[in-house]
């Protein structure tokens, strides 16, 4: 079973627009993390924030985490078509080990 | 250094073959997992490795599949009677310790079951 839903499914936007992703979980965390997927093939890790952070920046990535409200946000600004790809939040199993759940990710097109 | 490898990148079978996936993990990680990933869908996970135990098999849909890692780095997912319903990417990842750290994964096994 997946635990984190995001949102939207798809978007679609200009090179240079911010993109904003949303990612909602059930259960009780010790970090979440952001990662990018091409082609349906490997993941790269864009961002780990833990549990007692708010927010965290990294280039032209900005993640923010609301435990409150079990919610993140990825902001991408000045997109590139480069960034065009499948993005996915994933938290971790509280049981301590990082075994990570999954959402069913957004996927992001940016047009030149 | 060198990433996670996995072999082979693309596994079409038939319908009631056996299969082994191949994982290389980053040199001096302890942890690896394995992760299962269908179209359209974020990866699902099948089973944790600390070391060479399965410290964590809870997502291992059925007992036809199984994984190894004998000595603590590369690991196997072994697939019996495969299904079609077994076709999708395998992803495996690993990390330095298992807690609180990034997973760096793989670019993972297609798997075609035909």
């Known amino acids: 079973s997946q635990q984190g839903e995001e949102d939207p499914q798809a978007l679609s936007i200009q090179e240079g627009e911010n993109a904003t992703m949303n990612c909602s979980y059930k259960?009780?965390?010790?970090?979440l993390q952001w990662y990018r997927q091409n082609s349906g093939r490997g993941l790269v890790h864009l961002i780990l924030?833990?549990?007692?952070?708010r927010e965290k920046h990294s280039g032209r990535l900005r993640v923010t985490l609301d435990t409150s409200k079990k919610s993140s946000s990825l902001l991408i600004t000045a997109s590139r078509a480069a960034d065009t790809a499948s993005y996915f939040c994933?938290?971790?199993?509280?049981?301590?080990?990082?075994?990570?759940?999954f959402g069913a990710g957004t996927r992001l097109a940016v047009h030149p | 250094g060198a990433g996670v490898s996995q072999t082979p990148s693309n596994k079409v079978t038939e319908k009631g073959k056996y299969v082994e996936l191949r994982c290389d993990p980053i040199?001096?990680?302890?942890?690896l997992y394995w992760y299962r990933q269908s179209l359209g869908q974020g990866p699902e996970f099948l089973i944790y490795?600390?070391?060479?135990?399965?410290?964590?098999d809870s997502g291992l849909p059925n007992d036809r599949f199984f994984a190894v890692r004998p000595e603590g780095s590369v690991s196997t997912l072994k697939i019996q009677r495969t299904e079609r319903g077994d076709s999708a990417v395998y992803l495996c990842?690993?990390?330095?310790?298992?807690?609180?750290?990034?997973?760096?994964f793989g670019p993972g096994t297609r798997l075609t079951v035909l």
């Open positions: 040199s001096g990680h302890t942890a």
């Open positions: 259960t009780s965390i010790n970090n």
């Open positions: 924030i833990r549990s007692n952070e």
């Open positions: 990842a690993s990390s330095l310790t298992p807690i609180g750290n990034e997973q760096f």
């Open positions: 490795f600390q070391g060479t135990g399965a410290a964590d």
């Open positions: 994933a938290t971790d199993d509280s049981g301590g080990y990082n075994k990570l759940i």
